[in-house]
């Protein structure tokens, strides 16, 4: 019985897909689609999602009010990333991201108490 073959690529092509649809499925739950928001939190994740290989025309469609030159940013970033996937560049960016997300929260219970 002849075993599967599979290359470093194609198991590195395959976490990235399983970590993508992983954050999508965040995405889904926490703004309630597949649409980021225009902010420092919707920035982060799909920061996140580029890292993970999210393509340009997925990056715009899940976030319409992208604009061409800040997508060549983030892909730039998350290439830089990517290409070198140490612990302190992972953490940064998951530090990045929960910062953004506390102030959003901040941001909804300062204005929901007024």
Same mark, same amino acid.
Do not use: C, I
């Given at each position: 019985?002849?075993?599967?073959?599979?290359t470093?690529?194609?198991?590195?092509?395959?976490?990235r897909s399983i970590w993508?649809?992983?954050l999508h499925e965040l995405c889904r739950r926490r703004y309630g689609n597949h649409r980021l928001p225009n902010d420092a &939190?919707? $920035?982060?994740?799909?920061?996140a999602l580029l890292c993970?290989?999210?393509? +340009?025309?997925?990056?715009m469609e899940d976030a319409p009010w992208l604009e061409t030159a800040?997508?060549?940013m983030m892909?730039?970033?998350?290439? &830089?990333? $990517?290409?070198?996937p140490s612990k302190q560049n992972i953490t940064a960016l998951f +530090?990045?991201?929960r910062r953004a997300a506390f102030s959003v929260l901040t941001e909804d219970r300062s204005a929901s108490s007024r």
């Open positions: 019985m002849k075993q599967p073959t599979n470093p690529q194609r198991d590195s092509a395959q976490v993508r649809g992983k &939190s919707g $920035r982060a994740m799909l920061t993970f290989g999210l393509s +340009a025309e997925a990056a800040e997508l060549e892909q730039r970033t998350a290439t &830089s990333r $990517r290409r070198s +530090a990045s991201h």
